[in-house]
């Protein structure tokens, strides 16, 4: 059962950069899935941020591509994510998810317990 | 993008009713490519459905889906106590995949 674990700073001041790592167990990242970011706010509910596959493929929602790099490093069984130019409509619960390309439609199967980023000076 | 519009927003009913949650599409969809997920105030959304209406790995099986094309509905036959929550649709037929906004169950 593969376990997921957001890390990273909880506050980003205004126009900074807002960095988050998640943790990969019991399983390897280099394995069938693809790597997604998903936000939650009040405002805007459940968006999906992108992904990655295991050899740097990326897939980014257009709403977000020019300001998102979503990156992944084998050796330590992890993938990040930074968002630039943040305001206070980029806080949100950030969460890291898997999608398997085992099952049709790749849906989320692994979800980490998300973790709170306010964007506040 | 698709468009996931979930109807209706808030659903009171008691446990052991049965409880039937709408989900339309802006534009066809692959009834593989749509999922549900159920989630708790302070816990990530959790896998219910995937392929419209194959339940993932330990779902009860009052759980059901159905539909294609546009409209999909996701069915909780008899509702326990632990079924009241948040239920969100999910397309994957296209990029960028989108979500609805939700269906709150709650106690009536």
């Known amino acids: 059962q593969v376990q997921l674990q957001e890390s990273g700073p909880g506050l980003v001041k205004p126009s900074g950069t807002l960095s988050l790592t998640c943790a990969v167990s019991?399983?390897?990242?280099?394995?069938?899935?693809?790597w997604s970011w998903v936000r939650q706010s009040p405002g805007k509910g459940l968006e999906w941020v992108g992904e990655i596959y295991h050899s740097g493929s990326t897939n980014y929602n257009p709403s977000l591509r020019s300001r998102v790099t979503i990156s992944v490093d084998k050796s330590k069984n992890q993938f990040s994510l930074k968002l630039t130019s943040v305001t206070a409509a980029d806080s949100a619960v950030y969460y890291c998810?898997?999608?398997?390309?085992?099952?049709?439609?790749?849906?989320?199967?692994?979800w980490g317990q998300g973790t709170l980023v306010t964007v506040s000076s | 993008e698709i468009v996931l519009t979930q109807s209706p927003g808030t659903l009171s009913l008691s446990p052991g009713e049965r409880a039937t949650l709408s989900c339309r599409a802006s534009?066809?969809?692959?009834?593989?490519?749509l999922s549900w997920y159920q989630q708790k105030p302070g816990q990530a959304p959790r896998l219910l459905m995937y392929?419209?209406?194959t339940r993932a790995t330990g779902i009860p099986d009052r759980f059901s889906g159905s539909g294609s094309g546009t409209d999909f509905t996701l069915t909780i036959s008899r509702l326990e106590p632990e079924d009241f929550a948040v239920y969100y649709c999910q397309q994957y037929y296209s990029s960028p995949r989108t979500f609805g906004r939700g269906t709150k169950v709650e106690i009536k």
């Open positions: 998810a898997k999608a398997s390309m085992s099952v049709a439609g790749l849906p989320f199967d692994s």
């Open positions: 019991g399983g390897y990242i280099s394995s069938s899935n693809w």
């Open positions: 534009q066809s969809v692959s009834s593989s490519h």
């Open positions: 392929g419209a209406s």
